[in-house]
Nanobody
Framework: QVQLVESGGGLVQAGGSLRLSCAASGGTFTTDVMGWYRQAPGKQRELVAV????????NYADSVKGRFTISRDNAKNTVYLQMNSLKSEDTAVYYC???????????????WGQGTRVTVSS
């Protein structure tokens, strides 16, 4: 049974930084892409950043390019999201994603974490 355990959310002032972590366990050996999505109140869930286990390639939402950095430790099955220069519009629940299948995802077979809240005060 795949489990994704997130940590690192919280309250931060605009311009500040946070680092999110997501540790995956159970049956993740054949999967490639892990990453982060977010959902703000009243909005749909959207891509933040994803990374390939095998190639290290990344894909970012335009809104976070240059401010957020995704990385992963394959030995620990853990993905990280370093968020710098945070803005009020980054306020959302951030969900860890383990993509099942080809491409960047997401797909209906994916696994999701429980979500961690990030609140940026202006």
């Amino acid at each position: 049974q795949v489990q994704l355990v997130e940590s690192g959310g919280g309250l931060v002032q605009a311009g500040g930084s946070l680092r999110l972590s997501c540790a995956a366990s159970g049956g993740t050996f054949t999967t490639d892409v892990m990453g982060w999505y977010r959902q703000a109140p009243g909005k749909q869930r959207e891509l933040v950043a994803v990374i390939s286990k095998w190639s290290g390639s990344t894909n970012y939402a335009d809104s976070v390019k240059g401010r957020f950095t995704i990385s992963r430790d394959n030995a620990k099955n853990t993905v990280y999201l370093q968020m710098n220069s945070l803005k009020s519009e980054d306020t959302a629940v951030y969900y860890c994603n383990l993509h099942v299948g080809l491409g960047w995802g997401p797909s209906s077979d994916d696994y999701w974490g429980q979500g961690t809240r990030v609140t940026v005060s202006s």
